[in-house]
């Protein structure tokens, strides 16, 4: 048995790490009984912190921050679900038809409130990972022009090769009539389109959208932005605005 | 909220609640110590470049594992760092560097670096002059367990020394520089 002067003697090389396996167990053991030794450990530790600062301190190389942060990127594998429609509900009961609406009305309140507050923390969320797409995406920022129909409209997307996410800001676009948003879509090299979201433009033209693709963008050949109905078919009501290609290779 | 009031413990809380910007911070705070100890150790900067990516790896993918009642954020960090770095090493079997030769070469404009902090610069000369301090052959030993992970038997190995000889100089030098550094 390990007295507590054996392990005093062996506390500084256990902070290191140099005990051999069997030593370092007796340590491990010892210590959730000794407050002590735990006092001891901690000073001990104190000098690895200022051991790991005395080496020379160099600068790392700008372009690391963005690779070593790209682990904390959203990576999403499939788009969105849309927004549930609001329910509404009325209630049948014993009081009059006047004080049944009044129940109805306020419920319906509650829940417009409630999908109000969902709806704006998922922009806010939506927003917060778009900024650091924009931020640490390690691919090529690809710039689109309105075409004939939008002269004015531009598009920047932050694009990163390994990752099926975009970021996409766009300025000067038509506003579209009610019923109708932008879609981006993605093509690969055979023809095969895919979705890459829908959004709206405020009464400026500007919009943005976080793209998520089924595959990585590098799958994609190019990229075309399109006003379509917000309605299940989500048909076209006109021309893609923007087309550009994405010269991954 | 001023990102630079906020704490270690602050922020690694937010990174186990998934904000990039929090884990972005706790680089710009970071990042230099990590690729620093990756090159004192590994002697190669490609090798600490990717020993930084790895350490902030984790640390985002562990950040609900940190628990303050254990300590700081700062040891929780370099644990990992040294760690990591001292995998690599094992796993390449190459013998660093441990007269500073190497590492000489790499410090030039490195130390006039005008982004170091005074209160950086302080805390390392202060810890600088407490290895001065100690006899060379325990500051040997400890640095070798420390930058290079090694057991008192593998120190007694590599300087051909009596296994008690190191055990004692191991203890000796980190007690002088515990009493050191508490002034």
Redesign the interface.
Known sequence: MITEDEVQ?LI??F??????PEESAQVQAHLPTCASCRMAL????????????????????GS??A???K???PRVAAPLPKQAGVATTAARSRFSLLTASAIALALVSLLLLAWGFREFSRQLAEQ??L??VM??ADGPAVTVHGNASAPLAVGKLYLDPDSNVAALITVNMPTLANGQNYQVSLTEPDGTPANGGNFHVDTNGNGWLLIRAPKRLDAYQSVSISPVNENSTGAPVGPPLFQADLNFR | MDQKTISDEELIAL?AR????A??EL?DRY???V???G??VLND?SG??EI??EV??KV??KAGDFETTR?KF??WL??I??HQCIDELRRRRVRPTTDGTD?AS??SG??S?P??SAV?AA??QR??N??AQIPVEQRQA??L???E?????Q?ADRLDAPLGTV?TR??LG??K??DL??E
């Open positions: 003697d500084p090389a902070a290191l790490g140099a005990l051999e901690a000073e001990y530790q104190r000098i690895n912190e200022a051991l790991a600062l005395s080496p020379v301190q160099l600068e790392p190389p690391l921050k690779k070593a942060l682990v904390s990127m917060r990972d900024v650091a931020a640490y | 990174v998934n904000e990039s910007w884990l972005a680089y990042a230099r110590l690729f620093s100890l090159v004192r900067r600490a470049e930084v990516q902030f790896a985002w993918l300590g700062s040891s370099i644990g760092a040294r590492v790499l410090r490195a130390e670096d982004v170091e950086i805390e390392q810890i600088r407490a290895l400890i640095e367990a420390f930058f992970g090694l057991s008192h038997q120190i055990k191991l203890r980190m007690q520089l515990r550094l508490k």
